[in-house]
């Protein structure tokens, strides 16, 4: 069985390479739409495959950063990088361009990590990531699957090389969750959330 849980956030690009000049030479946003979708052959004690309470922990707030945020593309100009550091508290940094379909593999590969980590409280099983969805504009989505985000002909991306703004990390529950994550430290899911 599959379940899917939707995630909304306000994001600031440039996809430098791209066929379109307004998307390649211009800072633009999109109302993004994340969809997560989850997959078991079990259900738990709740006969849910898992609890979508469960879903507004870390994997929320770690899509959740972001929103607001403008992402930015490790392999640009360092003076833009410098520059768009300097005038927004807000921004992520990541290892490939921020396209819908990097997106997706990005989101895929910060997803997965948690569910690995999580301890499960309710007798959640096999419970394991299908996909991500990653809706740029009402018309056009990204769908990445565990071999895309695993890919290296489609670009190495490795968590540690992720970073995210100071502010960023402030403004989540738990400031060191990026670094339990990178550590693979145990995530434990409240038996009541």
Known sequence: MIIRKLFKFENAHIVRGCSTQRCSQNIHGHSYTIEVLLESNYLDNGQMVYDFGLMKL??????????????????????????????????????????????????????????????????ERNVILNSII???????????????????????????????????????????????ILNKESLVNPSKV
């Open 58 to 123: 870390a994997i929320k707030e770690l899509i959740d950063s972001f929103d607001h945020s403008i992402t930015l593309w490790s392999g640009d100009d360092k003076g833009y990088l410098n520059s768009m550091k300097n005038y927004s508290n807000r921004w992520i940094q990541l290892p490939v361009s921020p396209s819908a379909e990097q997106f997706s593999r990005v989101i895929y590969l910060i997803v997965e990590r948690i569910l690995e980590l999580t301890v499960m409280q309710n007798s």
């Open 134 to 180: 990653v809706h740029e504009t009402q018309t056009g989505y990204a769908q990445g699957f565990k071999q895309d985000a695993h890919s290296l002909l489609m670009g190495k991306i490795e968590l540690k090389d992720i970073l995210f703004s100071p502010q960023v990390v402030t403004e989540w529950s738990d400031c060191h969750l990026w670094t339990k």
